[in-house]
């Protein structure tokens, strides 16, 4: 358990929760509507996960984790609001405290970084999973759960594994790593050592893994437009090639299905794509292109560019007149990843 003061729940808190809007103002284009989160400012921030700034050797290695609970009535508060979580023992419900004369109950666990874990809260002696995070599992019995992963977990939440494969050789011809000299590099490489937590399927720089995470939580609303147009991709592959699976297809068929996405050629849809689902694939290779740009240079805590690895490349790719690197990205990260003894992540 880690002591949080009031002032840190309620800077996290006071934007998002303490409205009192009664609209479906925030229901994700539709995805939250008519659920209590449908009001609630960008709900996937919750529970709140930060990095954990303790003293211990291998602080980086875990995240701070603070659970919510927004009362209604502040003049009424429920006697007792616990968690009960699979990172912590099942059996021994954990009490969250209130902040202050506030809506909010709030409780800080120190939790291992690259896993997802399930919870549900008690109040008032009834178990309901949280109101205000989106992310649920459910069991093999039927329960519903909520959830919630840590910085740079890597196992598939929102994609299916060949929705992954897919992913994976269509964002190669967006990023920048395609060239002889940087498949040399990602190879002789790897990040510098610090790709512990890559995925397999990830290995060029752990795109589909960001965009797999961010649909989960920031970008839930688009994890339709990915569902709908990854398996009609599918289907046209299978109709272009029908002797070996999309994973194992040649480099040519990728690079005629992402021309004919951009130019919206009719050839695409005489092959399967449907416009009644989904008009505009130029429009789906907008967002590829914005998910994958980002995700591959992105901290390596949101799920891509894993140990740093495109940030590296950018290093030994950039340099000056003198030999030395003009992009020197470990003087501003974190330890273990960089040198920095000011960020913490």
Partial sequence: MVIKDDQYILNYCTKYLARDNADERHSAY?????????????????????????????????????????????????????????????????????????????????????????????????????????????????????????????QPISFERWEFTILERLTRHILPFNSKEAQNFLGREGGGGNGGHLYRLDISVGVANYIDKVVAREERHRLYAYKTCLEMIDAVLRRREMRVPPEAMEERLYVSLYDDMASGAAALFEHGWDRMRYNDPADFLRLLRRHAMTGAFAHPKYGGNPGGMAWAFLSEHFTGSDGKTAFDWRRGQEKPLGTSTEYRG
């Fill in 30 to 154: 539709g995805v939250d509507a008519e659920t209590s989160r449908s009001r609630i400012s960008e709900c996937w921030r919750f529970p709140i996960i930060d990095s954990h700034d303790g003293p211990e050797p291998h602080a980086y290695e875990f995240n701070d984790v603070s659970f919510i609970w927004r009362c209604d009535d502040a003049d009424r508060p429920p006697h007792s609001v616990q968690l009960i979580t699979t990172c912590h023992r099942l059996f021994e419900p954990l009490d969250l405290r209130r902040i202050g004369d506030s809506i909010f109950f709030a409780l800080t666990l120190k939790v291992p970084k690259g896993a997802r874990y399930r919870y549900l809260l008690i109040v008032e002696g009834n178990v309901v999973a949280d109101p205000i995070n989106p992310q649920i599992q459910i069991t093999a019995s039927g329960q519903i759960w909520s959830s919630f992963f840590t910085w740079a977990y890597n």
